[in-house]
C-alpha cells in the first residue's frame, strides 16, 4: 500500500468516526479498498458488515463485494454470508 493510499484511507476512516451514519462515506471508502485492490485487507470486511449494519436495505449491502482469498481463510466470508443472510431475511 502506498503511502497515499494509506492516509486516504485514514483519513476517510478519521471521517467516518466523527459522521458514523454516513452512507456516502462509507460506500467510499469501500470502493476505495477496492480500487486500491486491497480486497485482503481485514479492516474491509470490517467496513462492509459495519455498511450491512446500517444500511440493510440498500441495494448495495445486498451486493456481495466478496472478500479475497487469504480473507476468507480468517473467517470474514462466514461472518459476512450470515450477515447477508439476515438481510435478506428481513425483506421476507
Known amino acids: 500500500m502506498t503511502a497515499d493510499t494509506h492516509a486516504e484511507l ?3 476512516e478519521e471521517q ?5 451514519e454516513s452512507e456516502r ?3 467510499t471508502l469501500l470502493f476505495a479498498f477496492l480500487r ?13 458488515l459495519e455498511y450491512v449494519r ?10 456481495p463485494l466478496v472478500p ?3 480473507t476468507q481463510r ?3 466470508t462466514r461472518e459476512l454470508r ?3 443472510l439476515r438481510v435478506q431475511g428481513a425483506d421476507r
Open 10 to 12: 485514514d483519513a476517510l
Open 54 to 63: 446500517r444500511f440493510p436495505r440498500n441495494s448495495l449491502a445486498r451486493s
Open 16 to 20: 467516518l468516526r466523527l459522521h458514523p
Open 74 to 76: 480468517h473467517g470474514g
Open 82 to 84: 450470515q450477515a447477508l
Open 36 to 48: 486500491e485492490r486491497l480486497e485482503d485487507d481485514p479492516r474491509r470486511i470490517e467496513h462492509i
Open 68 to 70: 479475497g482469498k487469504k
Open 25 to 27: 462515506l462509507r460506500e
